[in-house]
T-cell receptor
């Protein structure tokens, strides 16, 4: 099946730094979701986006639904140790009305350097 | 809060054994999904179900079957486990929105090792 392209694949940052990652697709998406997965756990939904241009925040996290409908961005401000994990984007391609399946990104692994 | 639970966090089985992975959700969701997650391959959909007794193949159904006898429960069955089925298995559920797709909520995962 199709996968979304996420970048970067991994990030090594210091505590307190801001983080940016993005997700792109060759086709138009109607929905963008961002998940975080801690080691050995299942993904947890962070933010859901449903309209082009939409900007949504959840605490220190901010995500945007790209105007072209082919991309989405996730920013984390002032990173803390519990932000460590893998971040996945997911979405529902245009035309998949009523199809509940999601397409997932390849993931961005975030590591905080002491 | 949506809660998705999986019967085991860790399982060790031998080649050829029949393996059952159980998933239960408590939010009356119509849709349930089984994925496997392997390093470098991301999340891959095995099977999903949009109603009781209904199922559809995902991207990698070979070697697996599923059962959904009750709305809240979705079981993944490995008829004869093989070493290449060693993986992290994730269950998810979502409501049917009638629109463009919906958030899926995941369980904690079952790490299966086949020896």
């Amino acid at each position: 099946g199709q996968q979304l392209n996420q970048s970067p694949q991994s990030m090594f940052i210091q505590e307190g730094e801001d983080v940016s990652m993005n997700c792109t697709s060759s086709s138009i998406f109607n929905t963008w979701l961002w998940y975080k997965q801690d080691p050995g756990e299942g993904p947890v939904l962070l933010i859901a986006l449903y309209k082009a241009g939409e900007l949504t925040s959840n605490g220190r996290l901010t995500a945007q639904f790209g105007i072209t409908r082919k991309d989405s961005f996730l920013n984390i401000s002032a990173s803390i140790p519990s932000d460590v994990g893998i971040y996945f984007c997911a979405g529902n391609p245009r035309g998949n009305f009523g199809n509940e399946k999601l397409t997932f990104g390849t993931g961005t692994r975030l590591t905080i350097i002491p | 809060d949506v809660k998705v639970t999986q019967s085991s966090r860790y399982l060790v089985k031998r080649t050829g054994e029949k393996v059952f992975l159980e998933c239960v959700q408590d939010m009356d969701h119509e849709n349930m999904f089984w994925y496997r997650q392997d390093p470098g391959l991301g999340l891959r959909l095995i099977y999903f179900s949009y109603d009781v007794k209904m199922k559809e193949k995902g991207d990698i159904p070979e070697g697996y079957s599923v059962s959904r006898e009750k709305k809240e429960r979705f079981s993944l069955i490995l008829e004869s486990a093989s070493t290449n089925q060693t993986s992290m298995y994730l269950c998810a559920s979502s409501p049917t929105s009638g629109s463009w797709g919906n958030e899926q909520f995941f369980g904690p995962g079952t790490r299966l090792t086949v020896l």
